[in-house]
């Protein structure tokens, strides 16, 4: 198992996932990041739908990113940043 953080980033800011979960590999934290954008969308649809520039930074416990994810290629629109922070913690 590797301990992988999910970062909120858009360019100017960084939320960071200073928790993060133990998963066997970034196909598995793939998955994981998927759910946890779906699980925002359907809690708080209305700040889910001002998260189009934001991204999911994919990170091991040493920084390197493994992945991204870009919120808007899951169907998000219209951002405001300040909501983006609301995004259910994942671990």
């Not at 934001?54 to 991204?68: C, E, F, P, S």
């Amino acid at each position: 198992m590797t301990r992988y953080y999910f970062h909120l980033v858009n360019g100017y800011e960084i939320i960071r996932d200073r928790t993060g979960i133990d998963i066997l590999d970034l196909e598995d934290a793939r998955a994981e990041a998927l759910e946890a954008i779906q699980q925002f969308r359907q809690e708080d649809a209305a700040s889910a739908a001002r998260c189009q520039n934001w991204r999911i930074q994919v990170t091991d416990a040493k920084g390197n990113i493994g992945l991204t994810l870009e919120l808007s290629d899951v169907y998000f629109h219209d951002l405001e940043p300040a909501e983006c922070g609301r995004i259910p913690a994942q671990g």
